[in-house]
């Protein structure tokens, strides 16, 4: 028994070291050369709205979880249409 469960691991690692190392597209400070104050703007203004409305915390992270995992997302979702342009859903 203890020589399948060494064999069985051995073959998981085996295999686990095939995959690679990934590559994720994200990376801190992304915009840091062309909107230096992004990251702490998009704080202030959430913890700003989820004080006021503390149900809002729960239905951004469903948004995130139900619509940005399954069918990705671009951020487009959360932005309107303005007078300059319209919002990337209005395009469709």
Same mark, same amino acid.
């Given at each position: 028994?203890n020589?399948l469960? #060494?064999?069985?691991?051995?073959?998981?690692?085996f295999?686990?070291?095939?995959?690679? /190392?990934?590559?994720?597209?994200?990376?801190?400070?992304f915009?840091?050369? #062309?909107? /230096?104050?992004?990251?702490?703007?998009?704080?202030?203004?959430?913890?700003?709205?989820?004080?006021?409305? /503390?149900?809002?915390?729960?239905?951004l992270?469903?948004?995130?979880?139900?619509?940005?995992f399954?069918r990705?997302?671009?951020?487009?979702v959360?932005i309107?249409?303005? #007078?300059?342009?319209?919002?990337?859903?209005?395009?469709?």
């Amino acid at each position: 028994m203890n020589c399948l469960k #060494t064999i069985a691991l051995s073959l998981s690692l085996f295999l686990v070291g095939l995959v690679g /190392p990934i590559q994720a597209q994200l990376q801190m400070n992304f915009y840091a050369n #062309t909107c /230096p104050n992004a990251e702490k703007i998009v704080q202030d203004f959430v913890s700003n709205h989820i004080s006021n409305a /503390p149900s809002l915390a729960a239905a951004l992270l469903r948004k995130h979880f139900h619509d940005c995992f399954v069918r990705g997302c671009d951020g487009s979702v959360l932005i309107n249409s303005s #007078t300059s342009g319209n919002a990337e859903r209005c395009n469709s």
